[in-house]
């Protein structure tokens, strides 16, 4: 058996306690099936991502979205128009454009 010290910021530490206290486990067993979990899938057992970009509110060009979604007011009333995909690929370029 070996040990191993970890540095946690004092309220990661409490609220991990309290949260494996409340399954009726110490940080240990969690630790352990943290490990166990990890070896046997031959992976990190959660998905690490980077959080999305920021949008700029200010750097979105509120004309063209207004237009757009005119235009898909009128589409919806009359059913004729841009088509949804067109919509939403010119919406994902705004967007884009101000991250």
């Known amino acids: 058996m070996t040990t191993i010290s970890l540095r946690l910021d004092d309220d990661l530490k409490r ?3 309290q949260m494996c206290s409340e ?3 110490s940080l240990t067993t969690f630790f352990t ?3 166990k979990r990890a070896l ?3 992976k ?3 998905e690490i991502t980077a959080p999305a970009p920021a949008i700029d509110p200010d750097k979105l060009d509120w004309d063209r979205i207004g237009k757009l979604l005119d235009e ?3 589409i919806n009333k009359d059913a004729e ?3 949804l995909e067109d919509f939403l690929k010119e919406m994902e370029m705004l967007v ?3 991250v």
Request: net charge negative.
């Open 15 to 17: 609220d991990l306690e």
């Open 33 to 35: 099936i943290y490990a």
């Open 44 to 46: 990190i057992p959660f």
């Open 72 to 74: 898909a007011e009128r």
């Open 81 to 83: 128009g841009v088509p």
């Open 40 to 42: 046997r899938d031959r």
């Open 96 to 98: 884009n454009e101000a």
């Open 23 to 25: 399954m009726g486990m």
